[in-house]
């Protein structure tokens, strides 16, 4: 659980999530995709499958019919 509050986008409360992690992921990369999630946070997103699923977005929000509202990408995991 985390405390955040965001003046630019009118949000403050407590975000809780779970996130597992890759075993060839980097702790570097695992907490880079965390403070994405929080940077970029709206309520209903989702992280991606990651190194699990590499075809799907690092993080995303999908809309009520499924299309996808938020897609968030970044960076190359690397090998422990």
Excluded at 16 to 30: D, I, Q, V
Aim: net charge negative.
């Amino acid at each position: 659980t985390v405390e955040l509050n965001n003046l630019d986008r009118d949000f403050s409360g407590r975000v809780r999530f779970k996130e597992p992690r890759h075993p060839n992921e980097s702790s570097e990369y695992f907490h880079a995709r965390v403070l994405a999630y929080l940077h970029c946070y709206r309520e209903g997103q989702q992280f991606g499958g990651g190194l699990f699923k590499p075809e799907e977005p690092t993080i995303f929000l999908r809309d009520v019919v499924g299309e996808y509202e938020q897609w968030v990408e970044f960076g190359c995991p690397s090998e422990n």
